[in-house]
């Protein structure tokens, strides 16, 4: 009942596995989410019968879509978004078609268009492509697009590994800049108990909650 009702509110979308990458106690990972595009959102659930959200991107917060491929994730994408301050999204396909796929589908939503018809418009045209270059992939022309196809792949990889190795830096940095100012704490809350316990041998009569209000 839940998955018609679902299927009659969002007519024009689209639908599939992908992953997503998102951050944990142990640190990044990527998570299997099924995701449902329509006209305003983009809602990922943890499977296919779930009621219940894991999240949802606005449509019309995305600024910019960054087809991305990383070493261990080839069928990568980002959604850079407004969304919590500039929140970018990493999202991978199981294949290139796929991918593919979800890229028409984000650039129709964007544009207003229909989600179903942008979809089944670059199925069709890459099916038909597919069908027409296939007897000629020793020709000249082929290997010359296949070498560029792979340079722009490679300058791709090494433009994304670039950004989220600046990215990471800035992250240990902040942790380090934070893990200084906390030693700063302990430093001075050590420094106040050592001068307290000089003066108690000292032999001087100390009230404890007054030093310690004092020092706070």
């Known amino acids: 009942e839940w998955e018609s009702e679902r299927e009659t509110m969002l007519d024009d979308v689209h639908r599939g596995w992908l992953e997503k990458e998102g951050g944990g106690v142990f640190g990044r990972s990527w998570q299997s989410r099924y995701f449902v595009l329509s006209s305003t959102s983009l809602t990922y659930f943890e499977d296919e019968a779930a009621r219940d959200s894991k999240g949802e991107i606005d449509v019309a917060s995305i600024t910019r879509i960054e087809p991305s491929a990383p070493l261990d994730k080839p069928y990568c994408f980002s959604l850079h978004t407004t969304h919590k301050g500039g929140k970018t999204y990493h999202l991978a396909a199981a294949d290139v078609h796929q991918k593919e796929q979800w890229l028409h589908a984000l650039a129709a939503a964007r544009r ?6 942008a979809v089944a418009s670059f199925s069709s045209s890459s099916s038909a492509t597919s069908d027409e ?12 697009s296949s070498a560029s ?7 791709s990889i090494e433009i994304d590994l670039l950004r989220r190795r600046v990215a990471l830096l800035e992250s240990s940095r902040d942790t380090l800049t934070k893990q200084v100012e906390e030693s700063a704490k302990h430093a001075a809350l050590l420094d106040s108990v050592r001068t307290w316990i000089e003066e108690a041998l000292g032999g001087r009569t100390i009230d404890v909650n007054a030093h310690w209000n004092a020092e706070a």
């Open 133 to 144: 270059s296939a007897p000629s992939l020793s020709s000249s022309s082929s290997s010359s």
């Open 149 to 155: 196809a792979s340079e722009s792949t490679s300058s």
């Open 112 to 117: 207003g268009d229909s989600i179903v018809e």
